[in-house]
């Protein structure tokens, strides 16, 4: 079965300061990822998709993740954290066989302070 | 990319009673699903709507409880019948579109059952 964990369910950063939120991912097979924002009250943003192709994957907003097999890992970073990227961020793996099913991470806040 | 709308946004329901959420793609998708949030907590898959038959259930959602339509490509309902309060939770409608590595999500309905 896949899963996928998210290490620390709340985050909180400076204005300007380094965002890193973790994401851990089980998968059987070849996975795809995909980090998804949720502003209060929103729906889901895809932010980026990481599909086998290269590891660094870059996103919207600023935001960047790589895969790392190795470490079965796909965490997501920006350089300087801005207000306007406080929210939920969801992690998730797809299903197997493709099916476009989405198995996701428990979420991390991320607070940016002043 | 796929634009998705959902009516209603949020709803207050009484208890015993049934609500269908409508989901509205603006393209052909080629697979839709319906996911439940609930209060704090991440995405949980209800089901495929697949078009022109059955929808496929995740283990521990049944038909009876949530019986869901796909007349088409570009539109799906979800009923959630005899609501209790432990159906209060935002759902959501999500899409994917050509290739099967992005999915677009829905507003979500926001609903609370009394």
């Known amino acids: 079965a896949q899963s996928v964990t998210q290490l620390g369910s709340h985050v909180s950063v400076s204005e300007g300061a380094l965002v890193l939120l973790r994401c851990n991912y089980s998968s059987s097979v070849p996975p795809y990822l995909f980090w998804y924002v949720q502003y209060p009250n929103q729906g889901l943003q895809l932010l980026l998709k990481?599909?086998?192709?290269?590891?660094l994957v870059k996103g919207i907003n600023g935001f960047e993740a790589e895969f790392k097999k190795s470490e079965t890992s796909f965490h997501l970073t920006k350089p300087s954290a801005h207000m306007s990227d406080a929210a939920e961020y969801f992690c998730a793996v797809s299903g197997i066989s493709n099916t476009g099913k989405l198995i996701f991470g428990q979420g991390t806040t991320l607070q940016v302070k002043p | 990319s796929a634009v998705i709308s959902q009516k209603p946004s949020r709803d207050i329901c009484q208890r015993g009673t049934s609500l269908t959420i409508q989901c509205q793609v603006d393209s052909q998708v080629t697979m839709m699903f319906w996911y439940r949030q609930q209060p704090g907590q991440s995405l949980t898959l209800i089901a495929t709507a697949n078009q022109g038959s059955e929808a496929t259930y995740e283990s521990g959602f049944v038909i009876d409880k949530f019986p869901i339509s796909r007349p088409n490509l570009t539109f799906s309902t979800l009923t959630v019948s005899n609501m209790s309060p432990e159906d209060s939770s935002i759902y959501l409608c999500s899409a994917i579109a050509g290739g099967r590595d992005t999915q677009y999500f829905g507003p979500g309905t926001r609903l609370t059952v009394l």
């Open positions: 990481y599909t086998s192709a290269a590891t």
